[in-house]
């Protein structure tokens, strides 16, 4: 399986790799979420849903089954 | 000799676009709206150098062109219509240091427009403590256009701004990305068919109605969209922006790697530290809890005291005009109509500017978000969205403002359900009505440390508001046939210290309108209630002096009482005392008396004319009576009788039975008509109307048969 | 004088009753550009 934004833990960064659907949102590419950049977790909300991140220097809230859609490769 | 320019701020959500309007126009702006569509319109006037004036619009923020809401779509609508009288001379673009990034993206978009645009980077007098250093030359080279610094908290560079903007003819045009690469053979086909137009802006134009409806663009676009240049599927199209998204994005990356270094050295800064706390699993709601609770207190303690002055002062006002004016009926409606009515809501103005102090400051400082945060997950299990609560907070100021604050819920489910719950939410209309049966019903008494009895009834009203709102939508979510998208996207800002002026300016500008809005409603409405109340026909009416009189005959009764009791039987046969008795068995299962059925009645206007009604008719039956002339409307309400049961009419029973009512029926022909403008159709506001007053009804019903 | 407070009276019953017809059937305030955002015909 591919490893997503959703599987990331607290402070852990990655690459934004590419999207499993096609029908991502316009507005979250605005805001910097495209492949290449790094995304940090930076925390989950109570109940783990919506997750808050920074995604090259912007931060974000995004619920978890968007997150499921963005793969990422690990950042080392 | 004064030229005026037109100057359009632009920029993203929380880039500190306001705080710069506020610096450069001080108070001299007007709010108002965009013709025909409720998004807000705030204009400005900035004096330049030379006699030159900018007329300056702040335009909706937005994160790009691409729109997704109608507020965003004023922003493309503006920019593109040539012949529109508020198309910018120039466009001043406001971006914030620290989100230079995605901040620039909207920046090339509107150059790429051919529009004269500068750069502001503002916040920059955090850029050292954040160890960020810019080559402003050099991006202004790379940009071709002028950059400056400013620090609208501080108020830096403003004047720089100024100039640069007095300047705006020697700014270039060209554009920065050159979008036609994301399809060289579809925009070479488009600028065949359209040699005369720009080639960006003709792309903005096909690409608008994929992420959201029509708008007038003027006739130029009108003519593109009947003329079928339609090659190109939604889904195509769609993947199209997502590769301008990523062009321009490139073109930033590289532009920011030449001007921009950060020290990434200081990695805790304030906001992991407050966030760790803000949103913490337990801490998080509590802390949200408590900031709750202090607005309640804040609402109904600490304004009480301002609140008993302008009570007193309006009752001596309508005493002085009474023996000032000469006696006639007019000075009698000026003194028992008008006056009663309208201290019946200036009296709320306390109350009124606290909420909205408060909410200001939440959005101000950024708190905002991450109670949103902290919500959506919850909500969402009701059919909302973690936005909801953004709505469901203002709509404890006013539902119309709150049903408008629903623009960025992405999914149209979710806003719907949002749309139609809110007015569940305790608005401030009806804060006057809780606030006078409360005093009347609810015992003085301390809770806790100091929190009174009353303070949390109030808070407990609130509580069932929200209460109603989020199972109405519970249920909703239910049974309505409309499928949910899920999508939620919501930027955290940092935090920021509120700044004082910002602030003020929002907290006067709402209660202004709040006051002027209902004064003007409460004074036709008391004009009218008080003719109705003094004038009637028939023997019973005309004669009533005699008749009561008569009544008294023989009996050993000071003539006070007299005189009072021929008031109120000539009330009880006035026009209004006929309309009253007509309502009385509809409203006497819920322990209300014909006066109060007539105050319930006009409320359908708009729900705190019940006190300024009260107000009016008692006045109208204490006429001959001096010494009660100046009482304060409290003490008149816990003077009157039930007539069936005896005893005071305000019992707990009856104002349980009052709060309830008001609490969950939709009184508000306002509301209603932005439900419909928003939805658009009239049945969701049919729907609305139809089962809140029903839910209200029985309710009230249930609460009087159990209580009594 | 007890005449000018009559007419004054109807005056002013009739401009009431006329703006809160207009008010509630046509409620243009929407279009006319001059409300506030906190508050938009609220009341």
Not at chain 1, 34 to 55: E, K
Not at chain 2, 221 to 242: G, M, T
Not at chain 2, 447 to 474: P, Q
Not at chain 3, 4 to 25: D, H, N
Request: aromatic letters at 10%; glycine letters at 6%; a positive charge.
């Amino acid at each position: 399986m591919e490893k997503t934004i959703a599987h990331l833990k607290r402070g852990e960064i990655a690459i934004i790799k590419s999207f499993s659907e096609t029908d991502v949102p316009l507005k979250l590419l605005e805001m910097g979420c495209l492949p290449g950049n790094l995304v940090t977790m930076m925390q989950s909300a109570p109940f783990q849903d919506p997750i808050y991140l920074n995604i090259n220097g912007t931060h974000l809230a995004i619920r978890r089954e968007t997150a499921r859609k963005i793969n990422v490769d690990p950042y080392v | 000799m004064s030229r005026s320019i037109n100057v359009a701020l632009i920029g993203n959500p929380n880039t500190g676009k306001t705080s710069l309007f506020n610096r450069l126009t001080g108070l001299n702006q007007k709010v108002g709206n965009y013709p025909g569509i409720t998004v807000e319109k705030k204009e400005g006037l900035c004096k330049l150098d030379r006699g030159l004036k900018a007329h300056i619009l702040d335009l909706p923020g937005t994160y790009s062109l691409n729109t997704s809401s109608l507020d965003e779509s004023v922003v493309v609508e503006t920019l593109l219509n040539k012949n529109s009288k508020d198309f910018p001379d120039v466009a001043v673009v406001i971006s914030d240091i620290e989100n230079l990034k995605r901040n620039l993206l909207l920046f090339t978009q509107i150059k790429d427009l051919e529009i004269p645009a500068i750069l502001v980077i503002n916040m920059a007098d955090r850029m050292q403590r954040k160890a960020i250093t810019l080559d402003i030359e050099l991006m202004e080279k790379e940009l071709n256009t002028r950059v400056v610094l400013v620090s609208a908290r501080k108020n830096q560079g403003i004047n720089a701004l100024k100039e640069a903007i007095s300047q705006y003819k020697t700014l270039k045009t060209e554009p920065c990305v050159n979008s036609s690469v994301i399809d060289p053979e579809y925009f070479s086909r488009l600028s065949k068919v359209y040699p005369n137009q720009q080639l960006y802006k003709l792309w903005l134009v096909i690409t608008q109605d994929v992420n959201f409806g029509k708008v007038d663009r003027g006739r130029d676009y009108e003519k593109l969209k009947s003329s079928n240049f339609s090659v190109k599927s939604e889904e195509d199209l769609k993947k199209l922006q997502h590769k301008e998204t990523v062009v321009r994005y490139q073109f930033i990356n590289g532009l920011l790697k030449k001007v921009l270094h950060v020290d990434t050295v200081h990695a805790k800064d304030l906001r992991s530290k407050l966030d760790r706390i803000l949103l913490h699993k337990v801490w998080g709601y509590l802390i949200f809890f408590f900031v709750l609770l202090l607005i309640f207190q804040a609402i109904y303690d600490w304004s009480e005291y301002p609140m008993d002055w302008i009570d007193q002062a309006f009752a001596s006002l309508s005493q002085i005009t009474a023996e000032s004016l000469p006696d006639g009926p007019f000075t009698s409606l000026i003194a028992e109509g008008i006056i009663p009515g309208l201290g019946g809501i200036v009296i709320f103005i306390p109350q009124i500017a606290f909420l909205f102090l408060f909410i200001a400051l939440l959005e101000e400082s950024g708190y905002m978000s991450r109670v949103v945060f902290l919500m959506d997950h919850i909500m969402k299990k009701f059919g909302l969205s973690g936005k909801s609560v953004v709505p469901l907070i203002s709509g404890t100021a006013c539902a119309i403002p709150a049903v408008m604050a629903t623009r960025n819920i992405e999914d149209w489910k979710e806003r719907l359900i949002t749309i139609l719950v809110v007015p569940f939410t305790t608005c401030s209309a009806r804060l006057p009505v809780y606030l006078i049966i409360i005093a009347l019903v609810i015992p003085d008494q301390d809770i806790w440390w100091f929190f009174d009895l009353k303070a949390l009834t109030l808070m407990l009203l609130y509580l069932l508001g929200f209460a109603a709102a989020i199972v109405s939508a519970w249920v909703l979510n239910k049974i309505l046939p409309i499928k949910r998208k899920s999508f939620f996207v919501m930027e955290m800002p940092a935090y920021k210290l509120p700044m004082f002026k910002n602030v003020l300016i929002t907290v006067i500008e709402k209660t202004k309108s709040f006051v002027l809005g209902a004064g003007k409603i409460i004074m036709a409405i008391s004009i009218v209630l008080w003719i109705l109340a003094s004038y009637g026909v028939g023997d019973k009416f005309n004669n009533a002096e005699s008749i009561v009189k008569e009544q008294y005959a023989g009996q050993d009764v000071e003539d006070k009482i007299i005189e009072q009791k021929i008031a109120s039987h000539k009330l009880e046969h006035s026009f209004i005392g006929y309309i009253g008795k007509a309502i009385e068995p509809a409203v006497r299962p819920l322990g209300y008396d014909w006066k109060i059925g007539i105050a319930i009645v006009s409320s359908f206007a708009a729900r705190e004319v019940f006190v300024g009604t009260l107000a009016t008719i008692y006045s109208v039956e204490n006429i001959k009576d001096e010494d009660k002339m100046n009482e304060t409307i409290k003490n008149r309400m816990r003077a009157e009788v039930n007539p069936i049961l005896g005893g005071p009419l305000f019992t707990f029973a009856s104002g349980i039975s009052l709060i309830l009512f008001y609490a969950f029926a939709m009184q508000c022909m306002s509301t209603l008509a932005i439900v419909k403008r928003e939805t658009n159709s009239w049945k969701w506001p049919a729907i609305q109307f139809t089962a809140m007053t029903i839910i209200a009804y029985f309710a009230a019903l249930g609460a009087f048969q159990i209580l009594k | 004088m007890i005449y000018l407070q009559y007419i004054l009276l109807a005056i002013a019953a009739v401009g009431a009753v006329l703006w809160l017809f207009r008010k509630s059937f046509f409620p243009k305030k929407y279009d006319s550009g001059n409300c506030g955002d906190g508050d938009c015909g609220c009341h």
